[in-house]
């Protein structure tokens, strides 16, 4: 009886917790892929309306609190430090860090009057952490400078990327609003955590929404996570397939030979006269008493197991769903109950004088 | 005698041995599938990652230090790789592990009043190495996130010679309102050249807006005949650990052991390393947008992997230990009068033990084989490919098979040893 | 010397005293029957004859060596030199023939010679049967393998429980006959039995109640 249990609460485990795995890769994985960065650019439709941070406030309020990573803004103007024009961007470095984990910075993110400076550049400036440099806005085209005598920055960390980022300097949009003036945004990442459908549906849901933003998708990172997420998801399905039809079968064999075993039992009580449908009745009762103790002991110990597997893997908690067990409950009440018939048949059949003979 | 009660038992008992046998066949093969999936998952997701593009780009040492510094734009004094030196990459210690490559130049002309860039790169380059293998390689593999809106591909090798096919970026083409078998003529610094439009890609990024043509003809264009302004190389590389990363700050810093164990491991900055070996003038450096995903995304679903298959493999053996522990003490019966009749507790355990290890191994036998199979099922669902069946994982199953089987049966045994032989012959 | 003394012995389980200062000696050829309702003691005293268990006051001599002090091990070893067991159930291994049954029991011993247990079946008048399966043997048939099997091994004791109570009458009597011959050939035999019929046919017979011995007689019938 208690080989038969834990048989069942095993198999019962491993159902629910691969269950719960398999539901929940694409949540966890997904959160992973936000390595790649932003998925989803928002930059001015060109209307009227101003592309400043109301905007992209606006705009995002349109995707769901819990699947947006992060958002930032970015402007770029060409100023000069040293008399060489470098292209500086002006972001929010919190967002940054969100929309963009792959940065590698040499140093620290900046706080005020720093700034951090792509690789390349730093090469050409000849700026290393911490080093002072002095920069200047010549404006678009003949205008006059705004600050004759420039703003003095430190370098707080060296970006290294591998991209084109290596070639811009960082700083934060208020003191690029000091340096160059008002302007308006030139762009925002997003980074959201969703497949590629949804992603889809929220950039029309923000392009409709007339708040001259448009949305589109970073085709390359939306196009390659769904592809990957989708052969991760499947790997897990066929892995969770595979190892629950092996269980359910070892939860089977068990029962088989749980009810074998009671061979003499069966034929002592169809001594005493009991019908074959009574006997049939009472093992499969015990069979579905078993499954249900055993189905419910397993989705228990399946989400305390799944539970382990994502803190230890994704560093986050699992949620748990309700729906499982039932399941669980009724495929292994199912599994045992199918189990037992065929042994409690055919020991059914025996002569009873000679199972209780002892053979 | 001994075999003969062994063979009495395995002919005549065959049903009970079989299910003992299937227990342990279906652990096992779950074991050998598992543990095979979980071996190969790291390569397969690895391959998969491989859409995201290059991990790796290399351009000529100082190009633009030179080009800003004196601000420059004659392309003189820009520096460049040498095309002649391409094949090396595919001669590297790690070359295996260098799935895709492609270079490219590119210069500045001028359609319908717009300046634009024309980008020379390979499609799908057919390249002959020095070691006699033979690759394609390009740009086709390499963006694999473009959407060819019309038209189709360019394809360097079918393309007939005649004319100089071109792909435009979707935004320039609408721009341009042209449409594939078009012809454009570009005027570039080398005078008015036509161009048949093959196709027109939608890339999502800023190459929406360019153009790209076969290597050769942008760099007769450009005049700079058998040189590359960057080469992009998509590699498998292992996730970086402490040791990588103290290597990529510099490699003389390693002891040399270190730098062996380093320069031997498909790290992203070794294989950096080697490439900056084999092209003159170059730097070869990671994309950290996607080498470091990739090293978080393996490192994720190999974990992922090692603890499902964990899990089963605590799940098969528990339903053998819980079959084999069943059938041994169903046996107390037949086990009491043999110690009636005389047997020692070492010939009752060497006969019992000898049975449910001959059970076992055949069993494992089958399941290593089934378990091939299920691995195979799930390469070939998921990943399209064969799962690439590890020798080693043979004794790691056979290890796993017998301490379960042997864990399983000896408290069974233990207690039927204890057994006194009056209290079982009398039925109590 | 007698070949089997037992001096005083008892056996408690807890409360209950199965064997109460029993003391008994069995010659050398003797036939043996103990007797006794359920509950006597006489399965008690036929596991410590037997030497699967051991007295808890006592001391039991077997061809000079004493049971009591024996550890499992030695007296392992003592049944399988001295001793030849029949049982009701017979017991015999399901998945081995008759004649593989037999050889079980010389292998324990020593070494398995199929001619010799062949002879021993052909004894028991089985030699045709050699080669079935348990389950293809009826009740008696059994019965037989599991005396060729006690014998195989030339004990000095034979020890049968109960040996004719799953079987009919023409069996019953086929193992008596047996029993007869054994006695002939000079075989100590203890039979424990409540089958009067089978206890008449002894030499001697020994009756136990509430684990004392009531009587001990001899057949004065004995081989009439």
């Given amino acids: 009886m208690v080989v038969a249990l834990l048989a069942i609460s095993v198999g019962a485990a491993i159902l629910s917790g691969l269950v719960t795995i398999y539901y929940d890769v694409p949540r966890q994985m997904g959160a992973q892929f936000r390595n790649y960065g932003a998925n989803m650019i928002l930059v001015s439709s060109g209307t009227d309306t101003e592309f400043d941070l109301d905007a992209v406030q606006d705009a995002v309020s349109l995707?769901?609190?819990?699947?947006?990573?992060?958002?930032?803004?970015?402007?770029?103007?060409?100023?000069?430090?040293?008399?060489?024009?470098?292209?500086?961007?002006?972001?929010?470095?919190?967002?940054?860090?969100?929309?963009?984990?792959?940065?590698?910075?040499?140093?620290?993110?900046?706080?005020?009057?720093?700034?951090?400076?792509?690789?390349?550049?730093?090469?050409?400036?000849?700026?290393?952490?911490?080093?002072?440099?002095?920069?200047?806005?010549?404006?678009?085209?003949?205008?006059?400078?705004t600050d004759d005598f420039g703003t003095d920055m430190t370098v707080s960390g060296i970006l290294e990327t591998g991209g084109s980022e290596e070639d811009y300097i960082y700083i934060s949009l208020d003191e690029l609003e000091e340096i160059a003036g008002d302007g308006s945004l030139d762009i925002a990442e997003v980074s959201v955590s969703a497949v590629k459908e949804s992603l889809n549906d929220y950039a029309d849901r923000i392009n409709n929404a007339d708040l001259g933003v448009s949305a589109r998708l970073v085709k390359r990172v939306t196009s390659s996570e769904s592809s990957v997420l989708t052969k991760l998801q499947a790997l897990v399905l066929i892995v969770t397939i595979v190892v629950l039809v092996l269980t359910m079968i070892c939860v089977a064999t068990t029962m088989t030979a749980v009810v074998t075993e009671r061979r003499r039992e069966i034929g002592l009580r169809k001594a005493l006269g009991a019908s074959d449908g009574s006997i049939i009745g009472e093992f499969m009762g015990e069979g579905v008493m078993l499954g249900i103790i055993g189905g419910i002991l397993g989705a228990v110990l399946g989400f305390v197991f799944a539970q382990f597997i994502s803190m230890n893997v994704f560093s986050s908690s699992i949620s748990f769903r309700p729906l499982l067990l039932p399941v669980t409950v009724i495929v292994s009440v199912a599994v045992t109950g199918l189990a037992c018939l065929s042994p409690v048949r055919s020991a059914i059949d025996v002569d009873p004088a000679l199972v209780l003979k002892g053979e | 005698m001994f075999f003969r009660m062994i063979k009495g038992a395995f002919t005549r008992q065959w049903k009970k041995m079989m299910m003992i046998a299937l227990t342990v066949a279906l652990g096992s093969s779950l074991a050998t599938a598992m543990i095979n999936v979980m071996m190969d998952v790291g390569d397969k997701v690895n391959q998969e990652l491989k859409t995201y593009g290059a991990n790796i780009t290399v351009v000529p040492k100082s190009s633009s230090v030179v080009n800003s510094l004196y601000e420059i734009e004659g392309a003189d004094t820009q520096a460049y790789l040498l095309e002649s030196e391409l094949g090396n990459i595919k001669t590297i210690f790690w070359a295996f592990n260098i799935v895709d490559f492609a270079p490219f130049i590119d210069t500045k002309a001028e359609l319908g009043g717009e300046q634009i860039r024309l980008v020379g790169t390979w499609f799908d380059h057919h390249l002959e190495l020095p070691t006699g293998e033979t690759l394609n390689t390009g740009v086709q593999n390499l963006r694999t996130w473009w959407d060819i809106t019309e038209g189709e591909w360019l394809s360097e090798r079918t393309w007939d010679k005649d004319t100089d096919p071109v792909m435009v970026g979707e935004a320039l083409a609408k721009r341009m309102s042209l449409h594939s078998g078009d012809t454009v003529t570009l005027s570039t610094l080398s005078g008015n050249k036509d161009f048949v439009v093959a196709?027109?890609?939608?890339?999502?990024?800023?190459?929406?807006?360019?153009?790209?043509?076969?290597?050769?003809?942008?760099?007769?264009?450009?005049?700079?005949?058998?040189?590359?302004?960057?080469?992009?190389?998509?590699?498998?590389?292992?996730?970086?650990?402490?040791?990588?990363?103290?290597?990529?700050?510099?490699?003389?810093?390693?002891?040399?052991?270190?730098?062996?164990?380093?320069?031997?491991?498909?790290?992203?900055?070794?294989?950096?390393?080697?490439?900056?070996?084999?092209?003159?003038?170059?730097?070869?450096?990671?994309?950290?947008?996607?080498?470091?995903?990739?090293?978080?995304?393996?490192?994720?679903?190999?974990?992922?992997?090692?603890?499902?298959?964990?899990?089963?493999?605590?799940?098969?053996?528990?339903?053998?230990?819980?079959?084999?522990?069943?059938?041994?003490?169903?046996?107390?019966?037949?086990?009491?009068?043999?110690?009636?009749?005389?047997?020692?507790?070492?010939?009752?355990?060497?006969?019992?033990?000898?049975?449910?290890?001959?059970?076992?191994?055949?069993?494992?036998?089958?399941?290593?084989?089934?378990?091939?199979?299920?691995?195979?099922?799930?390469?070939?669902?998921?990943?399209?490919?064969?799962?690439?069946?590890?020798?080693?994982?043979?004794?790691?199953?056979?290890?796993?098979?017998?301490?379960?089987?042997?864990?399983?049966?000896?408290?069974?045994?233990?207690?039927?040893?204890?057994?006194?032989?009056?209290?079982?012959?009398?039925?109590? | 010397m007698s070949l089997l003394q037992l001096k005083n012995i008892s056996k408690i389980y807890g409360e209950l005293k199965a064997l109460d200062d029993v003391s008994l000696e069995v010659e050398n050829g003797e036939w043996l029957a103990i007797m006794g309702p359920s509950g006597s003691g006489k399965s008690t005293l036929m596991n410590i004859i037997g030497c699967m268990d051991k007295p808890s006051v006592g001391e039991v001599i077997l061809d000079g060596r004493d049971i009591a002090k024996e550890s499992d091990k030695g007296l392992t070893e003592i049944r399988r030199e001295k001793i030849g067991l029949i049982f009701q159930q017979f017991h015999l291994v399901n998945y081995l023939t008759a004649v593989e049954n037999v050889m079980v029991a010389q292998y324990y011993h020593s070494l398995p010679d199929e001619k010799e247990a062949l002879e021993a079946l052909e004894r028991v008048g089985l030699a045709d049967r050699a080669k079935h399966l348990p389950s293809q043997l009826s009740g008696g048939e059994q019965q037989r393998v599991c005396i060729a099997r006690a014998l195989i091994n030339h004990p000095e004791i034979v020890l049968a429980d109960e040996p004719t109570g799953n079987l009919d009458e023409a069996n019953e009597n086929i193992v008596i006959d047996i029993f007869k011959q054994l006695h002939n050939e000079g075989t100590t035999l203890i039979v424990v039995t409540h089958d009067p019929e089978v206890g008449e046919v002894a030499q001697r017979m020994i009756v136990l109640d509430h684990g004392k011995i009531k009587t001990d007689r001899v057949n004065p019938d004995f081989g009439k």
């Fill in chain 1, 63 to 145: 995707i769901s609190g819990d699947e947006l990573v992060g958002v930032t803004p970015y402007r770029y103007e060409t100023v000069k430090i040293h008399d060489q024009p470098v292209v500086a961007a002006g972001t929010d470095m919190n967002g940054a860090r969100t929309t963009s984990p792959y940065w590698h910075i040499e140093g620290e993110w900046p706080a005020e009057g720093q700034a951090l400076v792509g690789k390349t550049e730093a090469e050409h400036l000849g700026l290393k952490v911490g080093s002072t440099f002095n920069v200047t806005y010549s404006g678009e085209g003949d205008e006059e400078v």
């Fill in chain 2, 199 to 428: 196709g027109i890609y939608s890339s999502g990024d800023e190459a929406d807006d360019e153009m790209f043509a076969p290597m050769d003809t942008v760099q007769l264009l450009s005049d700079k005949d058998g040189y590359l302004s960057s080469i992009e190389v998509s590699a498998l590389t292992t996730p970086d650990n402490e040791l990588a990363i103290k290597a990529a700050k510099d490699p003389g810093s390693l002891t040399i052991s270190q730098y062996e164990t380093w320069y031997c491991t498909a790290y992203c900055s070794s294989i950096c390393y080697q490439i900056q070996e084999v092209i003159t003038d170059s730097v070869a450096s990671p994309v950290r947008q996607v080498a470091d995903s990739e090293g978080a995304i393996l490192e994720k679903t190999h974990l992922l992997m090692l603890l499902i298959t964990i899990l089963s493999l605590v799940g098969s053996a528990l339903g053998i230990t819980n079959l084999v522990t069943a059938s041994v003490m169903e046996r107390s019966n037949e086990i009491g009068l043999l110690k009636a009749i005389g047997a020692t507790n070492g010939a009752i355990s060497a006969l019992v033990l000898s049975e449910i290890m001959l059970t076992g191994i055949v069993g494992a036998a089958v399941g290593y084989f089934a378990g091939f199979g299920f691995a195979q099922i799930i390469g070939q669902t998921v990943f399209g490919s064969s799962i690439e069946m590890k020798l080693f994982v043979i004794p790691i199953v056979a290890v796993l098979v017998i301490a379960v089987v042997l864990v399983g049966s000896l408290p069974a045994i233990r207690m039927l040893l204890s057994l006194r032989p009056a209290e079982v012959l009398h039925g109590r």
